[in-house]
């Protein structure tokens, strides 16, 4: 089974579109994240989520935003979609603590056009 | 806002050689973790350290955790094909900060 999984692996789509990124995790964890990766592969954060509340809000557009159902799932809405949204998106877990490892799943990636 | 510096970005090795990828942090932290993302993959868990000066091996990694917690090195001894990919490091100044990911180095190895 896989312990991160994120939907859909591609996504292309054109300037000014709405699309959502879904997440799951089933290793039992109160932590999940969204990482972006751009074309340099620098991987920065952009949510974290425990136990359904937003921890973390990096300086992220308004466009972006998080949605967690439940402690399992997280979601990611955008809004206007513009040419510099185009990078791979992570989906990660953790335990909460110092010692939290993260998982990540597959990743996304989104191509704007 | 912490910072993590990582270098090299890139380096190309000869199958063999040894490879080293330097972290360094404006602020002392807790703990250090170290990910290894292969191309076209998603950032793998390797390790993490915690503990001042901490030195832990795995087969033909070696990684180290500065005196001063500031700094952490990941060793790799005779390169092999499938050690190719971006090594990040990761550090957190205490258990309630969020994990800065430094920008990686990525290993290419030549046969």
């Known amino acids: 089974d896989t312990a991160v999984s994120q939907t859909p692996k591609y996504l292309v789509t054109q300037m000014g579109n709405d699309k959502s990124i879904k997440c799951e995790q089933n290793?039992?964890?109160?932590?999940m994240y969204w990482y972006k990766q751009d074309s340099k592969k620098f991987l920065k954060i952009m949510f974290s989520?425990?136990?359904?509340?937003?921890?973390i809000n990096e300086t992220v557009p308004n466009r972006f935003s998080p949605k967690s159902p439940d402690k399992a799932h997280l979601n990611l809405h955008i809004n206007s979609l513009e040419l510099g949204d185009s990078a791979v998106y992570f989906c990660?877990?953790?335990?909460?603590?110092?010692?939290?490892?993260?998982?990540f799943g597959p990743g996304t990636r989104l191509t704007v056009l | 806002g912490q910072q993590v510096m990582q270098i090299p970005q890139y380096q190309h090795v000869q199958e063999g050689e040894d490879f080293t990828t330097y972290c360094n942090s404006s602020?002392?932290?807790?703990?250090i973790q170290w990910y290894k993302q292969r191309p076209g993959g998603h950032p793998v868990f390797l390790i993490q350290?915690?503990?001042?000066?901490e030195v832990k091996k795995q087969k033909r990694l070696t990684f180290q955790f500065g005196e001063a917690k500031k700094n952490s090195s990941l060793h790799i001894t005779a390169t092999q094909t499938t050690d190719v990919g971006t090594y990040f490091c990761?550090?957190?100044?205490?258990?309630?900060?969020?994990?800065?990911f430094g920008k990686g180095t990525r290993l290419s190895v030549i046969a």
């Open positions: 990660a877990s953790s335990r909460s603590g110092t010692s939290n490892t993260q998982y």
């Open positions: 290793l039992g964890h109160d932590t």
């Open positions: 989520y425990n136990n359904k509340e937003l921890i």
């Open positions: 602020t002392t932290l807790s703990n």
């Open positions: 350290l915690v503990k001042s000066g």
């Open positions: 990761a550090g957190r100044t205490s258990g309630n900060t969020p994990l800065v």
